[in-house]
């Protein structure tokens, strides 16, 4: 019998109910509809050439990108994609529907496409939409996955009619990315190699080791999953892949093996030099696994550059905002950071469903990714990718993790406990914003009595749908202070209650707590930073926080728990408890605290969360 708290998520085929076979679309105006064959790869060069010019004449479909489709085994061109042809045999409109195969915290399904830009505001863009549509839900409910889905478009600036096609169906606005750029004529700087790392240039030797730090780089970034062999093998060895400018940061493991602990990896496409005016180099990737990360080394950058230059004028164009990573600061052409706000949407004319390269035009632009959640889990229903978790942590050297374990037992918490990691002994809560203790006890009243109990420093950390992290520290029976970046996402709280990051004065204690008091003033500024929803995710700000107090970066994925964590221990490395309890008798005694604790919510957050003035009231007056 199941913990209630923890019952598994229902698979996606039993939220997405019975589904039906996608048909063809039907439109008027196209003659065939039909799935994309190996003979069309040049007449869809042409149809996306005219699409650029339209919509994004700095950068064109390549040859690469549309064969590739023929190349990856998790692609059935014959169910995955679709053309639609007029009477001629001239293409009026391209989509697919494409669900890469890594798995570990989502299940996405990718819908891109467009629409000939003579074809354009008749319904045809419609009609595809609702084929892939169909397509996607159909890929989602075949993987048997319990996990949240989304199926996902991109949309870049200057196109914001699609936005308006997606929202109709039912998409939302989940991200927004700003691009950054990097004139090649200013100098580049050197920056010494960190002690014990080799910069290398890209190769085949070195291909599967770069493969694996990529995936464990991206294992804490917004909506990121691993990528399989197959996937790797068609991104870094096409055409466009540019070898000579990629590198790898080497370094020794703990048994002396060489392993890859950084990458930047480049495209060079020719066919958009004409329309961007200039040379250009698109960075790829860029990442650095998290314990390089945490080494806070800074190592030389390679001087990457296009071949040739068009007019004396290069760029570098790419890599997406991430949490600061002292290694990844090799970035080979270290570009500079570009911050934008999002802004509302005007439409304008352009008629493409969208594409995953985000990061190909010059100067400041607001990209956005819109996603259709699956119905039936909260974090889906409410925001797309709003992951909610919740982690108690205890200093390892004041407490061990059988003490830890006796406390949790008395306490009557479920849960999860891991070996040991980084110094510290980590507890997942179930449910992450619920009680999970005797006494109504949430994540943070269960940690200030595991503190209380052990004398030893213990902290909380709750993620609430990706949108509020709270914080929260204790010392033996004093507590240190409570962190919210937003109070006004408590539940329960009223319209006066301030969306300003509070507590952010208890920064140079949580750093103190955990043994990183060097770390006080970086922690203040990541804490005060007021992160924009359509932008950030609070997962984000908490993998900086975890890097800065030396804490188990994996937390920011745990809410994929039973499943192995990426980058983190395996789920048999944890304990379950149920109720304080191991075994079958811990599952027992789960299902029925947590009928009760579901019923009995704990305390908010911050008991007397900050307020607005009363715009009606003048205070003197009082």
Known sequence: MPDDAAAPMPTLAERLGPIDPPSAPMHPDVAVWRPVAAGDVDALLGFHADVARADHPHWTESRDELEGVFELPHVDPARDTLIGLDGAGTILAHGSAIAPPGHETLVRSIVLGAVHPDARGVGIGRALLGWQVARAREQLAATGERLPGWIISFLEDGVTDAASLLAHAGFRVARHFSALERDLAAPVADVPAPEGVRLETWSDARSESARLARNASFAEHWGSQSVDRA??????????????????A???????????????????????????????????????????????????????????????????????????????RAAALQARRVRRRPRAHQPRAGGLIGRPRLSRRPALRDDRVMALPVPGVPAESDEPGGDTYAALL????????????????????TGWLAPPADGWVVAIAVPGDGAIASGRRGALETAAALAARLSAPTFALRVRLDRQLVIGAWEGDDELGRYSSDPSREPGADEEVLDEPFGTEHAAAFARAAGRPDSAEELEEVLEEELDSDSVFESERLAR???????????????????????????????????????ASGLVRGWMAGRVRRRTPPPPALADPPRGDDPGIDPWLL
Do not use: C
């Not at 996937?231 to 055409?239: E, K, L, Q, R, V």
């Not at 370094?251 to 250009?280: I, K």
């Not at 950058?301 to 600061?324: Q, S």
């Not at 039973?562 to 191991?582: C, H, M, Y």
């Open 250 to 328: 080497v370094a020794a493991d703990g048994s002396g093996a060489e392993r890859v602990v950084g990458l930047v990896a480049a495209l060079r496409n020719e066919g958009d030099w004409a329309g961007q005016g200039f040379t250009s180099t698109y960075v790829r990737l860029v990442g650095v696994v998290p314990e390089a990360s945490r080494a806070r080394a800074r190592p030389r950058p390679a001087r990457a550059a296009p071949r040739r230059r068009r007019g004396g004028r290069a760029r570098a164009l790419g890599a997406r905002r991430r949490r600061r990573e002292p290694v990844g």
């Open 231 to 248: 996937t790797w093998a068609s991104m870094t060895t096409g055409h466009d892949f540019a070898a000579d400018l990629g590198v790898v």
């Open 545 to 583: 926080v975890l890097d800065l107090l030396g804490m188990p970066g994996w937390i920011v994925a745990s809410a994929s728990l039973p499943k192995d964590l990426p980058t983190g221990p395996s789920a048999r490395e944890f304990v379950r408890l149920g109720a304080g309890a191991t075994g």
């Open 394 to 413: 205890v200093r390892a050297s004041a407490a061990s993790r059988d003490a830890v374990q006796a406390a949790l037992g008395d306490l009557a918490y």
